[in-house]
């Protein structure tokens, strides 16, 4: 079974920066894709940021492309979300997400991961 623990949320203001960490228990890192979605209220659940493990390769939404950067550490099997220049509309909840795939084809679809954290708020204001 796989449990995810996330970390790091909080209130910040906006221009700040904030870092997302997911510690993977029971699936390695390196031989599986990992994702962070965000989900605002009333809204469906996005990919923000996707990595393959396996190879290093990187996806982002379109609205954090240059703000946003997703890593791992093989090493404590963790994932991490950094976010630099934060907005209020990147104000919600982020889960992180894992799937024992790799080299997927659409890494933002959310059947592609079987595994879900419990969520973290993020919040920033104006």
């Known amino acids: 079974q796989v449990q995810l623990v996330e970390s790091g949320g909080g209130l910040v203001q906006a221009g700040a920066s904030l870092r997302l960490s997911c510690a993977a228990f029971?699936?390695?890192?390196?031989?599986?894709?990992m994702g962070w979605f965000h989900q605002a209220p009333g809204e469906e659940r996005e990919l923000v940021a996707a990595?393959?493990?396996?190879?290093?390769?990187?996806y982002f939404a379109n609205s954090v492309k240059g703000r946003f950067t997703i890593t791992t550490d093989k090493a404590k099997n963790t994932v991490y979300l950094q976010m630099n220049n934060l907005k209020p509309e990147d104000t919600a909840v982020y889960y992180c997400a894992s799937s024992w795939r790799i080299r997927v084809t659409d890494p933002s679809a959310r059947y592609v991961y079987d595994s879900w954290g419990q969520g973290t708020q993020v919040t920033v204001s104006s």
């Open positions: 990595i393959d493990g396996s190879d290093g390769s990187t």
């Open positions: 029971g699936r390695t890192l390196k031989t599986s894709t």
